[in-house]
Nanobody
């Protein structure tokens, strides 16, 4: 049972990245999934969530209109499309199943 994030990297302000979270070992399509992030010296914060069938999505105010969460249940993968990135989006991004299963995280650095 695991989650593996990928897709992080270094990007300039205003740029875009797409994060992926590949799930294995459990019935992915039955679970709501969430993305969180943790910036240096700060607590982990919730970023976005999506229903098990992709039928609903929710976003933190700080990313609404810039980030999009979506999933492909056939590929057991949840994604986070991040556009118009800002310096303050720099963090380690984690996907989570119900707050009890976490990936190892992927670093996103927004810098000029």
């Amino acid at each position: 049972v695991q989650l593996v994030e990928s897709g992080g990297g270094l990007v300039q302000p205003g740029g875009s990245l797409r994060l992926s979270c590949a799930a294995s070992g459990f019935a992915f399509s039955l679970y709501e999934m969430n993305w969180y992030r943790q910036a240096p010296g700060k607590e982990r914060e919730w970023v976005a969530g999506i229903g098990s069938a992709g039928d609903w999505t929710n976003y933190a105010y700080s990313v609404k209109g810039r980030f999009t969460i979506f999933r492909d249940n056939a590929k057991n993968t949840v994604y986070l499309q991040m556009n118009s990135l800002k310096f303050e989006d720099t963090a380690v991004y984690y996907c989570s199943r119900a707050g009890t299963l976490w990936g190892q995280g992927t670093q996103v650095t927004v810098s000029s």
